[in-house]
T-cell receptor, first 112, second 114 residues
């Protein structure tokens, strides 16, 4: 019973272009969403978050969009840089507020 | 370095042995989480502590697994009678209450059960 799904296991983008990573969730009661980035041999690193009262949150090159009716969120990275190459996980906070559900990740490769 | 630390980074053990992992969270963080991650999957929640109280446990946490956080600071995760299916990366994360739920992860302990 996967609560969070990232249907694209991998994505390749040219440097300077936009990277769009997608995530779908199952429970309309979820109200806090996060994106993490993970390099090999390291733990995930927090990137950006959004609460359900917003539909967009921006931090520099990173923007997260939330479509509550579609139960979908996306992460836009623009312009993409080679250093952005990593695995990106979306996560949602459970209704109890005590645990996070993570997607399976999307491996982004930014080609110089 | 004041980030989350985990020890050991790697552990190889034989099936049936017990193993214990340690996590030292960021010092002012009162919340601590354990996750398990297998290849091609995202982190799967195992358990959550607020201070020394274990407030939530996943059904993934069988009776062979036990976690403690005796003084509300570091935490240990013990796996008894390890099985090959326990081979995974075990991640620890910490956060502070009221800080937007941002979790800081440690580098993980990679367990290999032979």
């Amino acid at each position: 019973d996967q609560q969070v799904k990232q249907n694209s296991p991998s994505l390749s983008v040219q440097e300077g272009r936009i990277s769009i990573l997608n995530c779908d969730y199952t429970n309309s009661m979820f109200d806090y969403f996060l994106w993490y980035k993970k390099y090999p041999a390291e733990g995930p690193t927090f990137l950006i978050s959004i609460s359900s009262i917003k539909d967009k949150n921006e931090d520099g090159r990173f923007t997260v969009f939330l479509n509550k009716s579609a139960k979908h969120l996306s992460l836009h990275i623009v312009p993409s840089q080679p250093g952005d190459s990593a695995v990106y996980f979306c996560a949602v906070l459970s209704n109890t507020g005590n645990q996070f559900y993570f997607g399976t990740g999307t491996s982004l490769t930014v080609i110089p | 370095d004041t980030g989350v630390s985990q020890d050991p980074r790697h552990k190889i053990t034989k099936r049936g042995q017990n193993v214990t992992f340690r996590c030292d969270p960021i010092s002012e963080h009162n919340r601590l989480y354990w996750y398990r991650q297998t290849l091609g999957q995202g982190p799967e929640f195992l358990t959550y502590f607020q201070n020394e109280a274990q407030l939530e446990k996943s059904r993934l946490l069988s009776d062979r697994f036990s976690a403690e956080r005796p003084k509300g600071s570091f935490s240990t995760l013990e796996i008894q009678r390890t099985e090959q299916g326990d081979s995974a990366m075990y991640l620890c994360a910490s956060s502070a209450s009221g800080k937007g739920n941002e979790q800081f992860f440690g580098p993980g302990t990679r367990l290999t059960v032979l």
